[in-house]
């Protein structure tokens, strides 16, 4: 089983940038595929972007070009950097992982985008 801690949300003005962090309990050595997800008020959790422990990215097409998900396996964390934020953007970011049969989720991070 895996812990994942998420930080880094806050509020932003439209145009601006943000970095959250997620820190994983155990070694990402171990772990395959992290992801980030976020969920918006009155809609359902989507996925954000994810990334292999190879490195291989995959993103939503809502935020490509936006976003960069980046994994430090020495540190335990996964970044994902946001820029160009936009207000539709304002969601709770969570860190994901599945490590069969479960899928492990953090506490999630609010990220506010004001207009």
């Known amino acids: 089983q895996v812990q994942l801690v998420e930080s880094g949300g806050g509020l932003v003005q439209a145009g601006g940038s943000l970095r959250l962090s997620c820190v994983a309990s155990r070694s990402l050595f171990s772990i395959n595929t992290m992801a980030w997800y976020r969920q918006a008020p009155g809609k359902q959790r989507e996925l954000v972007a994810a990334?292999?422990?190879?490195?291989?990215?995959n993103y939503a097409d809502s935020m490509k070009g936006r976003v960069t998900i980046s994994r430090d396996n020495f540190k335990n964390t996964v970044y994902l950097q946001m820029n160009n934020l936009k207000p539709e953007d304002t969601a709770v970011y969570y860190c994901?992982?599945?490590?069969?049969?479960?899928?492990?989720w953090g506490q999630g991070t609010q990220v506010t985008v004001s207009s």
């Open positions: 990334i292999s422990r190879g490195g291989s990215t």
């Open positions: 994901n992982t599945e490590l069969y049969p479960n899928n492990y």
